[in-house]
């Protein structure tokens, strides 16, 4: 089946339509989306008062795990994925949800309204749970090429918590706190807490750096436009918000303030008349507008299911009060990466009023290969859906350039010095000032997954944390030029025609059909992995037991 095909059913205009008119029917005002949850007897008000939403916000992997035992049925909808097809019963994904937190770079921290939108019936394929909660079956090796600081931000960066890369804009990180981790975090040198691997580099909000961030941005006439994220503006206490937002409009040379922000996805509820980061908000934008200059917020939403009519009242109400609402989107994999999905969302957020400003190819941060899409497809994307939609509704599809080159259109790699075969594409940035502007940047597609690297990956890893190295030091061991030697390359797709495997998968299909009574989990690739790491955990349980 060619990429054509795959990225855009051959749909007719009709049936576009309608599906599209489905998709927004599921903005029924007032409907309990959280009905499968064990909140499901939470009256409306309540979930969605911010206030709420924080006090039973999910916060690490013990509270994870509680909360997937409540809502996770006894059986789990069969995956199509051939690494997970041995996850059948919710212990298995219990199981294997622990075994990928200790790897995994990003904590875990997710609220009500985000955990409501997962299909925890079939939780495997789900795209909200891909975003945030990572499966130890579903890991597979980084490209060696991947970093935690993949765009170079701690070396563009003159003052602690501002990257100033371009000639003109800056961004400054204020806070380094989320109300949601995301698994594929741009920033996961420094967001959230650490975690068994990766120890943290934050941004604390500190009012001594931000004085530091403001006379660096002040000495600069050149800057005009700041971007305030960090971790997530939500996160801003209101006090905090006005006063960036107030002493950045002081100074002559800003002309534009970006306020980041994942709420409107992950808390919408929040935005309604009366909250004060709500107000602070709409307070900023119209003094910026009195003064001729722009503030707007930039949110974050990768999938039409984590709009809701919650979602709908929250960008109503800022739009009717003035203020732009922007979004930006990453492309990944079993996410957001088809015609239609991308399609719907982009037309979902048009509709309410938020307008959609730029798909990112996934940048390559360690931990999330199995999130990550070829460069291709992102390409294909953009040519099928430029045209179907309003010029000022069309995103830009961008690649954060590895190295720290700054945006760049997918389209505009260097024919020359790519090699479309490889999936290894280059660009350049001649917009930026000195050696950057001259420079070629790489991105590296995900390669074809070995099984043979997989067991390997498998073992060091384990062993790895046994010892207590961080997942750089285990980056550095996997991709030792001696132990990829011995690895047999094996294309994903074949790993599911292994004789052995498919043998395995079709008696779990069989047994999920007879009503999923006992399966040996232990037959099937995903649950290997789950069973090694179950094992390691009980050295770590054992360890931490001694160690008391
Ligand atoms: S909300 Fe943004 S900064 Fe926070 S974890 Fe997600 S991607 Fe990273």
């Given at each position: 089946?060619?990429?054509?095909?795959?990225?855009?059913?051959?749909?007719?205009?009709?049936?576009?339509?309608?599906?599209?008119?489905?998709?927004?029917?599921?903005?029924?005002?007032?409907?309990?989306?959280?009905?499968?949850?064990?909140?499901?007897?939470?009256?409306?008000?309540?979930?969605?008062?911010?206030?709420?939403?924080?006090?039973?916000?999910?916060?690490?992997?013990?509270?994870?795990?509680?909360?997937?035992?409540?809502?996770?049925?006894?059986?789990?909808?069969?995956?199509?994925?051939?690494?997970?097809?041995?996850?059948?019963?919710?212990?298995?994904?219990?199981?294997?949800?622990?075994?990928?937190?200790?790897?995994?770079?990003?904590?875990?921290?997710?609220?009500?309204?985000?955990?409501?939108?997962?299909?925890?019936?079939?939780?495997?394929?789900?795209?909200?749970?891909?975003?945030?909660?990572?499966?130890?079956?579903?890991?597979?090796?980084?490209?060696?090429?991947?970093?935690?600081?993949?765009?170079?931000?701690?070396?563009?960066?003159?003052?602690?918590?501002?990257?100033?890369?371009?000639?003109?804009?800056?961004?400054?990180?204020?806070?380094?706190?989320?109300?949601?981790?995301?698994?594929?975090?741009?920033?996961?040198?420094?967001?959230?807490?650490?975690?068994?691997?990766?120890?943290?580099?934050p941004q604390k909000p500190s009012r001594k750096r931000w004085e530091v961030v403001f006379q660096y941005i002040e000495s600069h006439p050149e800057l005009q436009d700041i971007v305030v994220s960090g971790g997530d503006a939500y996160y801003l206490q209101p006090?905090?918000?006005?006063?960036?937002?107030?002493?950045?409009?002081?100074?002559?040379?800003?002309?534009?303030?970006?306020?980041?922000?994942?709420?409107?996805?992950?808390?919408?509820?929040?935005?309604?008349?009366?909250?004060?980061?709500?107000?602070?908000?709409?307070?900023?934008?119209?003094?910026?507008?009195?003064?001729?200059?722009?503030?707007?917020?930039?949110?974050?939403?990768?999938?039409?299911?984590?709009?809701?009519?919650?979602?709908?009242?929250?960008?109503?109400?800022?739009?009717?009060?003035?203020?732009?609402?922007?979004?930006?989107?990453?492309?990944?994999?079993?996410?957001?990466?088809?015609?239609?999905?991308?399609?719907?969302?982009?037309?979902?957020?048009?509709?309410?009023?938020?307008?959609?400003?730029?798909?990112?190819?996934?940048?390559?941060?360690?931990?999330?290969?199995?999130?990550?899409?070829?460069?291709?497809?992102?390409?294909?994307?953009?040519?099928?859906?430029?045209?179907?939609?309003?010029?000022?509704?069309?995103?830009?599809?961008?690649?954060?350039?590895?190295?720290?080159?700054?945006?760049?259109?997918?389209?505009?790699?260097?024919?020359?010095?790519?090699?479309?075969?490889?999936?290894?594409?280059?660009?350049?940035?001649?917009?930026?000032?000195?050696?950057?502007?001259?420079?070629?940047?790489?991105?590296?597609?995900?390669?074809?997954?070995?099984?043979?690297?997989?067991?390997?990956?498998?073992?060091?890893?384990?062993?790895?944390?046994?010892?207590?190295?961080?997942?750089?030091?285990?980056?550095?061991?996997?991709?030792?030029?001696?132990?990829?030697?011995?690895?047999?390359?094996?294309?994903?797709?074949?790993?599911?025609?292994?004789?052995?495997?498919?043998?395995?998968?079709?008696?779990?299909?069989?047994?999920?059909?007879?009503?999923?009574?006992?399966?040996?989990?232990?037959?099937?690739?995903?649950?290997?992995?789950?069973?090694?790491?179950?094992?390691?955990?009980?050295?770590?349980h054992n360890q931490l037991a001694a160690s008391h």
């Amino acid at each position: 089946m060619t990429l054509n095909r795959v990225l855009r059913p051959n749909l007719s205009r009709a049936t576009r339509l309608t599906r599209y008119g489905r998709t927004l029917s599921t903005f029924t005002d007032g409907e309990r989306y959280w009905k499968d949850t064990p909140w499901k007897d939470v009256p409306t008000e309540e979930f969605n008062s911010y206030r709420w939403q924080l006090r039973h916000t999910v916060v690490g992997k013990e509270k994870l795990q509680r909360f997937l035992g409540e809502a996770l049925p006894d059986t789990v909808g069969a995956s199509k994925d051939p690494l997970l097809q041995g996850i059948l019963r919710r212990e298995d994904f219990i199981d294997d949800a622990v075994a990928a937190f200790k790897l995994a770079p990003m904590a875990i921290r997710l609220t009500p309204h985000i955990l409501s939108r997962v299909d925890w019936r079939n939780p495997l394929d789900d795209p909200i749970r891909k975003q945030f909660i990572p499966l130890a079956s579903a890991i597979i090796p980084d490209n060696e090429n991947a970093t935690l600081d993949s765009l170079h931000e701690e070396a563009d960066s003159p003052v602690p918590g501002l990257v100033h890369r371009y000639p003109g804009r800056a961004l400054f990180l204020a806070t380094s706190i989320c109300p949601v981790y995301c698994r594929f975090c741009t920033r996961s040198y420094a967001v959230g807490e650490k975690t068994e691997t990766v120890d943290k580099r934050p941004q604390k909000p500190s009012r001594k750096r931000w004085e530091v961030v403001f006379q660096y941005i002040e000495s600069h006439p050149e800057l005009q436009d700041i971007v305030v994220s960090g971790g997530d503006a939500y996160y801003l206490q209101p006090e905090d918000l006005r006063e960036i937002g107030e002493r950045l409009l002081g100074m002559d040379n800003i002309q534009r303030i970006r306020f980041a922000s994942k709420g409107l996805a992950v808390a919408p509820g929040r935005i309604q008349k009366g909250d004060p980061w709500t107000e602070t908000l709409i307070h900023l934008s119209k003094q910026g507008r009195d003064q001729g200059k722009q503030v707007c917020l930039h949110t974050h939403i990768n999938h039409t299911r984590e709009i809701t009519w919650v979602t709908k009242n929250a960008a109503n109400y800022l739009f009717k009060h003035g203020v732009i609402v922007r979004n930006q989107s990453v492309l990944l994999k079993g996410v957001n990466n088809s015609y239609k999905e991308l399609s719907n969302l982009i037309k979902t957020l048009s509709a309410i009023n938020i307008q959609p400003y730029y798909v990112y190819q996934c940048d390559m941060v360690q931990g999330v290969e199995d999130l990550r899409t070829p460069m291709k497809e992102i390409i294909e994307l953009d040519k099928h859906i430029r045209g179907t939609l309003s010029g000022f509704m069309m995103p830009s599809f961008v690649v954060d350039l590895p190295g720290g080159g700054g945006k760049r259109l997918v389209s505009t790699y260097e024919p020359d010095s790519t090699d479309l075969e490889a999936g290894v594409y280059r660009y350049r940035a001649p917009g930026l000032d000195g050696e950057k502007g001259e420079m070629l940047y790489t991105y590296f597609d995900p390669k074809p997954v070995k099984e043979a690297e997989l067991s390997m990956l498998r073992q060091q890893k384990a062993e790895a944390l046994r010892s207590g190295q961080t997942l750089e030091q285990i980056q550095a061991t996997f991709f030792n030029p001696s132990h990829r030697n011995s690895a047999t390359e094996v294309p994903l797709e074949a790993i599911s025609q292994d004789a052995g495997l498919m043998q395995n998968t079709h008696a779990a299909e069989s047994a999920q059909e007879s009503g999923r009574k006992h399966v040996d989990s232990h037959t099937s690739i995903g649950a290997r992995f789950s069973n090694e790491w179950l094992n390691d955990d009980e050295v770590n349980h054992n360890q931490l037991a001694a160690s008391h």
